[in-house]
């Protein structure tokens, strides 16, 4: 049974750290990335990482502040996130990839499976 459980979420101040994990069990994936929803907006891409090789990709409004890493071995997705602003509030979603075959990292259908989701709350 496959399943994906993030956790690290919370309230902060902006200029903050958070550090968010995800546990991914059940398979092998291909890339796992994470996603985020504001309020009345829709889900929109953060970051995402390849299993082999760990290539990464970033959203131009997270680079330089966020960092995405797995640990194989735990097989567990991490998002490391620095200098915090209001603007990053949002439900972050962990999402993972089994097909193994090029594809479009920040489009959501190209994930097979989802997290529940975890809230960060960047407070001004």
């Known amino acids: 049974q496959v399943q994906l459980v993030e956790s690290g979420g919370g309230l902060v101040q902006a200029g903050g750290s958070l550090r968010l994990s995800c546990a991914a069990s059940?398979?092998?994936?291909?890339?796992m990335g994470w996603f985020r929803q504001a309020p009345g907006k829709e889900r929109e891409f953060v970051a995402a990482?390849?299993?082999?090789?760990?290539?990464?990709f970033y959203a131009d409004s997270v680079k330089v502040r966020f960092t995405v890493s797995r640990d194989n071995a735990k097989n567990t997705l991490y998002l490391q996130m620095n200098s915090l602003k209001p603007a990053d509030t949002g439900e972050y979603y962990c999402?993972?990839?089994?097909?193994?075959?090029?594809?479009?990292?920040?489009?959501?259908?190209?994930?097979?499976?989802w997290g529940q989701g975890t809230q960060v709350t960047v407070s001004a």
């Open positions: 999402a993972a990839r089994s097909r193994a075959k090029t594809f479009v990292v920040l489009t959501s259908s190209e994930y097979d499976y």
């Open positions: 059940g398979r092998t994936w291909y890339a």
């Open positions: 990482i390849t299993w082999i090789g760990g290539s990464t």
